[in-house]
C-alpha cells in the first residue's frame, strides 16, 4: 500500500514539472510567451536562447542579446509580470485594432505581441525598438559604469551587492550636490532675467527662492530616476524606486508651475501697472487663480495615475456623484459664473466707485475681484466681501464711470432783495462758474427757480470735467467761496428759515393792512405797459445777443 502511494506521489510531481516545462516552452497563448521569456532569464534557470525564441524576426546570433536587454528594460521600467493577469486565449483579439495583437503593458505601449501562425511572441516593430528603449534607459557608457563598480566589491550585504550599495551612495551624493549647483545657478539665472520685469519685495524674493529650490529638486530627483538602472536593482525594488521618484517629480514639477505662475503673474502687474486700462489689473489675478486650479487638479490626477488607479473608472465614479456634487457646490459654481458675467460684461474694474442700493446700500472702491467673491473698501475703511452671484443679480450704480461729475446746489436769498439786484447776483454766480477751469460751459444752469416758504430760491448746476473725486471736492470748495464773495460785494443776504409775527393793529400805529384801491382799468393799463416793457427789454437782449454772434 504504501509503495502504490508513493509511486502516485512521483507520478504527480513529474506529470507537473512535464506540464510545467511544456507550458514554459509552448507560446499558444499571450501569457505563455510571456512566461516563456520572463523563466528562461532567472538566475536559477539562465537560458538566454529559449527567451530568444519569444522575440519575432530576430535573428539567431541577436535574440538572445535583445532578449536581455528587453528583461532589463522591463526590469527598470518596473514592470512585474503577473501571469495570472494575462490572457490565456490563444485567439484573443484587440478591440481597438481588431486584431490578433495584445498590449501586456497599459503605460508602455511599444511592447505588445502580436500572433503568428498558431503562436504569439513579441512582435516585430517590439524586437525593432529593443535597442533604442535599451539606450534610452541605459545610456552609452552606463555599462562601462557598471564594469567598474562591480570591480569595488563583490560580496553581497543585506541582500544587495556592494557595488549596488556603493553605487546607490554615489548617486545619491551626486543628486545631492547637482541640487546646490542648480539651486545657485537658477536663482542668479532668474533673478537676472526678471530683475526689470517685476517689481522687488519681499513677495517676489521668496517666490524666486522657492522656484529655483523646486527647479533644483525636480533636477536631483531626474538624475536619481536616470542612473538608478545602471544598478542592476532587483524588480521589487526598482518598481518602488520608479513609484517614488515619479510621485515625487510630478509633485515637484507641479508646484514648480504653481511658481510659474506667480512669477508670470507678477510680471504682468507690473506691465498692467503702466497701462491706462484697469481691466487687465482685474483679469490677471483671475487668470493666476484659474491657473492654479488646474495646477493642481492636473498634479492630482497625474499622482494618481502613477499610483495605478485607474482613472478612467475614478472620473466615471465621479460624474455618477456629480449630481450630488453640483446640488452641494451650486453656491460656489453660482458665483464663478457670476465672476465670469461681471467680466463679460464689464460692469466695473478695480478702482471704480460703486453703490449697491440692493445689498444694504453697499458703497465704496473695489480692491479685488476674485473667482468667488469681489472686495470693495467703504468709505470708513472696512472691507466687505461680496459674493459674485450676488453682484451679478445686483442693480449696480457704478459712479466711478462717470466722465464728468455734476454738482446741483440751490441758493436762497431773501424776499426783499429787489428784482435787479437779483438778476445780477444770477448773472455773477454764472460767470463765476464760466471761469472755473475745471467746469463745463456747456452745462452751466443758474435761475430764480422757486417761491419757498422763507427764500427766493435759485436752482444752480454743473458739471465738472474730472473723475477724481478729492478733485470735485476741491473744485466745489472754490466755486462755493467765489460764490459767497459776490454776496458779500453785491450786499446779497441769503436766508434761513424765520418767522415773522405782523401785529396788524396797534393803538399809537396806523394799522398795516394795506387799503386797496381797485380800479380795473388803470390796473389793467398797468399790466399792459409792465409787459411791453418786459417785451423790449427781451427784444434789446436778443439783438445784443444777434450782433454779439455777428
Not at 22 to 28: A, I, R, T
Not at 296 to 306: E, K, P
Amino acid at each position: 500500500m504504501k509503495n502504490r502511494i508513493h509511486f502516485i506521489r512521483s507520478f504527480i510531481a513529474i506529470a507537473l514539472l512535464y506540464c510545467g516545462t511544456v507550458f514554459s516552452q509552448n507560446q499558444k497563448t499571450p501569457a505563455a510567451t510571456i512566461f516563456k521569456h520572463e523563466s528562461n532569464l532567472r538566475l536559477d534557470n539562465y537560458k538566454p536562447a529559449k527567451a530568444g525564441q519569444t522575440l519575432y524576426g530576430a535573428g539567431t546570433n541577436e535574440a538572445p542579446r535583445l532578449a536581455e536587454q528587453l528583461k532589463k528594460i522591463m526590469d527598470a521600467y518596473g514592470i512585474a509580470v503577473d501571469t495570472n493577469l494575462l490572457s490565456n486565449d490563444p485567439n484573443f483579439i484587440d478591440t481597438v485594432s481588431g486584431k490578433h495583437v495584445y498590449y501586456p503593458f497599459e503605460n508602455h505601449k511599444k511592447i505588445y505581441l502580436q500572433k503568428v501562425g498558431n503562436e504569439w511572441y513579441y512582435s516585430q516593430e517590439t524586437v525593432k525598438h529593443i535597442p533604442d528603449l535599451y539606450k534610452s534607459v541605459f545610456p552609452r557608457g552606463s555599462e562601462t559604469i557598471s564594469h567598474y563598480l562591480k570591480k569595488l566589491g563583490n560580496g553581497v550585504f543585506l541582500g544587495f551587492e556592494q557595488w549596488q550599495w556603493l553605487g546607490f551612495i554615489i548617486l545619491i551624493f551626486g543628486a545631492i550636490a547637482l541640487y546646490f549647483i542648480t539651486f545657485i545657478l537658477s536663482k542668479k539665472i532668474v533673478n537676472a532675467i526678471t530683475r526689470r520685469r517685476i517689481i522687488h519685495s519681499e513677495k517676489s524674493v521668496k517666490i524666486i527662492g522657492s522656484f529655483a529650490n523646486l527647479f533644483s529638486l525636480l533636477m536631483a530627483v531626474r538624475l536619481i530616476r536616470m542612473l538608478y538602472p545602471l544598478l542592476l536593482l532587483p524588480l521589487n525594488f526598482n518598481s518602488t524606486i520608479l513609484l517614488i521618484t515619479g510621485i515625487a517629480q510630478a509633485v515637484f514639477f507641479g508646484y514648480l508651475l504653481y511658481r510659474v505662475a506667480d512669477v508670470v503673474s507678477l510680471i504682468a502687474m507690473k506691465i498692467a501697472a503702466n497701462t491706462i486700462s484697469t481691466l487687465d489689473d482685474q483679469l490677471i489675478p483671475l487668470a493666476r487663480k484659474l491657473a492654479k486650479a488646474f495646477i493642481i487638479v492636473g498634479t492630482l490626477m497625474l499622482v494618481l495615475g502613477l499610483t495605478g488607479i485607474n482613472l478612467t473608472a475614478l472620473l466615471a465614479g465621479l460624474s455618477i456623484g456629480g449630481l450630488a456634487l453640483a446640488f452641494a457646490a451650486q453656491d460656489t459654481v453660482k458665483n464663478i459664473f457670476g465672476s465670469m458675467m461681471l467680466l463679460l460684461d464689464r460692469t466695473f474694474q478695480i478702482g471704480d466707485h460703486i453703490f449697491i442700493p440692493s445689498i444694504d446700500n453697499i458703497e465704496g472702491t473695489v480692491e479685488e475681484v476674485g473667482l468667488r467673491s469681489t472686495r470693495i473698501r467703504t468709505f470708513d475703511n472696512s472691507l466687505i466681501t461680496i459674493p459674485n452671484g450676488k453682484l451679478a443679480d445686483a442693480a449696480i450704480n457704478n459712479l466711478g464711470m462717470r466722465v464728468q461729475r455734476r454738482y446741483k446746489f440751490n441758493l436762497g436769498v431773501t424776499y426783499d432783495t429787489p428784482p435787479e439786484l437779483i438778476s445780477q447776483f444770477v448773472a455773477g454766480v454764472r460767470q463765476l462758474m464760466d471761469i472755473h477751469p475745471m467746469v463745463n460751459i456747456d452745462t452751466i444752469q443758474v435761475h430764480l427757480h422757486n417761491f419757498d416758504a422763507s427764500s427766493l430760491t435759485l436752482r444752480c448746476s454743473c458739471y465738472f470735467n474730472t473723475q477724481d473725486f478729492n478733485l470735485e471736492l476741491e473744485s466745489r470748495q472754490e466755486l462755493m467761496l467765489d460764490i459767497i464773495r459776490l454776496a458779500e460785494l453785491l450786499e446779497v443776504r441769503f436766508a434761513f428759515p424765520t418767522s415773522t409775527m405782523h401785529i396788524e393793529n396797534m393803538p399809537e400805529r396806523a394799522s398795516l393792512t394795506p387799503q386797496h384801491t381797485i380800479n380795473s382799468s388803470e390796473n389793467i393799463n398797468k399790466v399792459h405797459r409792465l409787459i411791453e416793457q418786459i417785451r423790449r427789454e427781451r427784444e434789446a437782449g436778443k439783438e445784443q445777443a444777434d450782433e454779439a454772434q455777428d
